[in-house]
T-cell receptor, first 111, second 113 residues
Framework: GNSVTQMEGPVTLSEEAFLTINCTYT??????LFWYVQYPGEGLQLLLK?????DKGSNKGFEATYRKETTSFHLEKGSVQVSDSAVYFC??????????FGTGTSLTVIP | KAGVTQTPRYLIKTRGQQVTLSCSPI?????VSWYQQTPGQGLQFLFE???????NKGNFPGRFSGRQFSNSRSEMNVSTLELGDSALYLC????????????FGPGTRLLVL
C-alpha cells in the first residue's frame, strides 16, 4: 500500500540554522510527492512538489529532491527564519488523486 | 480569487448527534476532497468528489458521508457522533487541469462531548 513516514518532531532551531526534515515513502506505481505547510490556525498550503524521479521542487528557499532509489523526499532550507515556524507535512499522490500524508513535523525557529 | 471556505469554523456537539459541514471550493475547481486531522492519526483522507460524483473513498465507517452540488460546493455529514470524531476537518479543492495540486481551506474544528 501507500504510506508516508516523516521524522518526528518537534524541531527547534535558531534563526539562520540549516533545516532538514526527513520523509520516506512507500508507494505502488509512480507517485507525485509534496510538501505542505500549516501555519497556526490555518489550513495547509502547498510548499513544493515533484512529479517524477530526480525532480527538485523548490519554493521560498525550501528544496526537496524526489529520490526513487532511496524512496525519499527530504525537505531542506539553508537558513531558516522565525516566520518559517509551522507544521510541515510530506505527502504523496497515487493514481486516482488520493493523497497520503505523513503525521507532520512541527518546526519552531527561535530568534 | 477567493480561497476555499469552510463553515462553520468551530462546532460543539454531543455524542449521538449528527453534524453537517460545508465547503465552498475555489471558483472553477470541480474536485473537492475531505480530510480528518487529529493529533494521533494525522491527516486521513475521507473522500473526494468530482462533478457531483464520489470518485474516491478512504477507510472510514458509513457514518461519514458527503455530497457535492452542481455548483461544486460540498457537504460532509457525520451521523451518530462519537467522542473520537473530535478533529479538524479539512476540505481541499483542485483545478480540473491539475488535479494533483490541492488548495486547502482553514478547516472546521469539531468537538464532540
Amino acid at each position: 500500500g501507500n504510506s508516508v513516514t516523516q521524522m518526528e518532531g518537534p524541531v527547534t532551531l535558531s534563526e539562520e540554522a540549516f533545516l532538514t526534515i526527513n520523509c520516506t515513502y512507500t508507494a505502488t506505481g509512480y507517485p507525485s510527492l509534496f510538501w505542505y505547510v500549516q501555519y497556526p490556525g490555518e489550513g495547509l498550503q502547498l510548499l513544493l512538489k515533484a512529479t517524477k524521479a530526480d525532480d527538485k521542487g523548490s519554493n521560498k528557499g525550501f528544496e526537496a529532491t524526489y529520490r526513487k532509489e532511496t524512496t525519499s523526499f527530504h525537505l531542506e532550507k539553508g537558513s531558516v527564519q522565525v516566520s518559517d515556524s509551522a507544521v510541515y507535512f510530506c505527502a504523496l499522490s497515487s493514481t486516482g488523486n488520493q493523497f497520503y500524508f505523513g503525521t507532520g513535523t512541527s518546526l519552531t525557529v527561535i530568534p | 480569487k477567493a480561497g476555499v471556505t469552510q463553515t462553520p469554523r468551530y462546532l460543539i456537539k454531543t455524542r449521538g448527534q449528527q453534524v453537517t459541514l460545508s465547503c465552498s471550493p475555489i471558483s472553477g475547481h470541480r474536485s473537492v476532497s475531505w480530510y480528518q486531522q487529529t493529533p494521533g492519526q494525522g491527516l486521513q483522507f475521507l473522500f473526494e468528489y468530482f462533478s457531483e460524483t464520489q470518485r474516491n473513498k478512504g477507510n472510514f465507517p458509513g457514518r461519514f458521508s458527503g455530497r457535492q452540488f452542481s455548483n461544486s460546493r460540498s457537504e460532509m455529514n457525520v451521523s451518530t457522533l462519537e467522542l473520537g470524531d473530535s478533529a479538524l476537518y479539512l476540505c481541499a479543492s483542485s483545478p480540473t487541469t491539475s488535479r494533483e495540486t490541492q488548495y486547502f481551506g482553514p478547516g472546521t474544528r469539531l468537538l464532540v462531548l
